[in-house]
């Protein structure tokens, strides 16, 4: 029989499970987003954000553990608005497939959810698979969001003052 994973909503870094730290969660996220993964250092950013104690910031990081591993993990950002904007983004949701049990994701999300004041905004790609998830959950697709990128500065290979 498969034991169910132990949930925490944990707000501050030195709440971390003993033996866990800020990147062992970053790591743990960064490989189980598969494809839809951002770059340690944005990830470790919404970390920092989620455990900021400044003003309009904040947040939590909702570990599923099992065995005192991690199994699954949640990462929700307060915006610091309201009305025009939800009170709160839920940046990345992970699960390892391998030895989370089946329900873990939807679970992180129905906690995340629960442990959070507001409204609730995520960004998911359009061909992933927990879009279904999120609808069955209650996400409504209200928006399509279009970005702009800053086009990098193409740095000179030549040496400043040279031919």
Do not use: C
Not at 48 to 63: D, I, N, P, R, W
């Amino acid at each position: 029989m498969v034991s169910l994973p132990e949930y925490r909503k944990i707000t501050a870094e030195k709440d971390l499970p003993d033996g866990l730290a800020a990147d062992d969660a970053v790591d743990f996220l960064h490989e189980h987003l598969d494809r839809f993964t951002d770059d340690r250092a944005s990830i470790a950013r919404a970390l920092e954000y989620a455990f900021s104690t400044e003003a309009g910031k904040g947040g939590f990081v909702l570990l599923a553990l099992q065995g005192g591993e991690t199994v699954g993990a949640a990462v929700m950002n307060r915006t610091g608005m309201s009305g025009y904007i939800p009170e709160n983004y839920l940046v990345y949701v992970a699960t390892d497939s391998r030895r989370a049990p089946l329900g873990t994701g939807a679970e992180l999300v129905r906690r995340a959810l629960e442990g959070s004041e507001g409204d609730v905004a995520l960004h998911v790609e359009p061909d992933n698979a927990a879009r279904r998830l999120y609808a069955r959950l209650g996400f409504e697709e209200k928006y399509v969001e279009m970005r702009w990128k800053r086009p990098q500065k193409v740095r000179s290979k030549r040496p400043p003052g040279g031919k």
